[in-house]
């Protein structure tokens, strides 16, 4: 999404079910993809976690959310506002590759992924 967050904010105000978010934001660090106000629309709709390859921003709210977050960095600056990106699609981003309806595992250490069954197409 290059440096801009529309598609988060849409994601996050539809109903998470327990889901979590994953972001690929390209390692960027110079803009934050989510903040307190996202992410407390997040916990308003169900979201149990935002995993983001890239910067949040709002640290000390975001750490008081009952929300798990996990990011590369933070940083004060906000995101573009342009709806750039794509949604529902898998990512791939520290040497994973992420599938709508992986499960993830995290704690303070980091992230454990395991295949659900959206799995990567045959051709991958
Ligand atoms: O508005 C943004 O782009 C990010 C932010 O600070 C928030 O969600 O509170
Ligand atoms: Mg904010």
Known sequence: M???????REALHTPGR???LVVDGGAR????LLGDQLAQA??????AGVV???AVRDAARLAELPLGVLALAT???????????ERDVGVHFAGVW????DWLCA???GVVVLPGDGGPPDHL
């Open 2 to 8: 290059d440096g801009h967050n529309p598609l988060v």
């Open 18 to 20: 327990g889901r979590v």
């Open 29 to 32: 660090l110079d803009c934050a």
């Open 42 to 47: 997040g916990v308003a709709q169900g979201w």
């Open 52 to 54: 983001v390859n890239g």
């Open 75 to 85: 940083h004060p600056r906000r995101s573009g506002k342009l709806a750039q990106g």
């Open 98 to 101: 992420l599938w709508p309806g």
């Open 107 to 109: 704690d303070e250490d």
